[in-house]
């Protein structure tokens, strides 16, 4: 069994070098962060790597695996709040390609493989118990919290006052790794983006991996025969 997973694009095409240079893969998972350019990349050209993403999904239902980020969040309907880099002069015409993929459910919010949980942030016991999610059935329990009520995805302040998102109360778009790995869901291992880090990175005694390299070291994850490896582009 081979899985890799691809951290944040944020409009990036890098991920079409991944997957032509993985031929050979079981499944492939992108971290979610479609949106909300961090190299230059033009709404326009977002939204058609977005498209190419989701056109990717449908020829491959059962290989490919949209995760959602808190950068696509905010352009879904319910929500009605703005993070940082929200594009005003785009926000309809994004909201008209990522909703129709989220109600044709191509999107999720986190999927689990053996131990390993992908989600965009990351999984904490107090976000979880806050929202009622059951533990021993993470990845149907909060992929149907997020079809029922996706409020519950918002950023939530916690005692820390982070506005960038460091509280155990955060979900699990916005949670940061500093306090996850205070309050981190017994007995997974949380594979995550979110977070910008020079190359693929693993802490709190392998229970952690970060990521979100795209935009440094073009990095990404394998698990391979549940060997953890880094590809490279």
């Not at 492939?28 to 962060?33: L, N, P, Y």
């Not at 491959?60 to 959602?68: A, G, H, P, S, T």
């Not at 926000?91 to 965009?120: G, T, W």
Request: include cysteine; hydrophobic fraction near 35%; charged fraction near 25%.
């Amino acid at each position: 069994m081979k899985t890799i997973a691809i951290g944040d694009t944020h409009g990036r095409s890098k991920w079409k070098d991944i997957v032509e240079k993985e031929k050979d893969v079981d499944k492939i998972i992108f971290i979610g962060d479609y949106f909300d350019d961090k190299d230059g990349y033009s709404g326009e050209e977002q939204i058609q790597n977005f498209k190419d993403i989701v056109q990717f999904k449908r020829n491959n239902l059962d290989k490919v695996i949209l995760l959602i980020g808190n950068h696509d969040l905010h352009y879904l309907k319910g929500v009605n709040e703005e993070y940082s880099s929200y594009q005003f002069g785009y926000a309809k015409d994004i909201n008209q390609v990522l909703q129709p993929a989220v109600d044709e459910r191509l999107l999720q919010m986190c999927y689990k493989q053996d131990n390993n949980l992908f989600s965009h942030a990351g999984l904490t016991k107090t976000w979880c118990k806050n929202c009622g999610i059951n533990i021993n059935n993470l990845q149907e329990s909060v992929n149907n919290l997020f079809k029922f009520d996706i409020t519950k995805f918002k950023f939530t302040m916690g005692d820390n006052l982070s506005f960038g998102g460091n509280d155990v109360t955060q979900s699990p778009i916005w949670v940061r790794p500093q306090s996850l790995v205070k309050d981190m869901v017994d007995g997974i291992v949380c594979v995550v983006g979110h977070t910008q880090v020079k190359e693929v990175t693993v802490l709190n005694d392998n229970n952690l991996i970060l990521i979100d390299c795209l935009g440094t070291t073009d990095e990404y994850l394998i698990i391979e025969n549940h060997i953890v490896k880094v590809g490279n582009i």
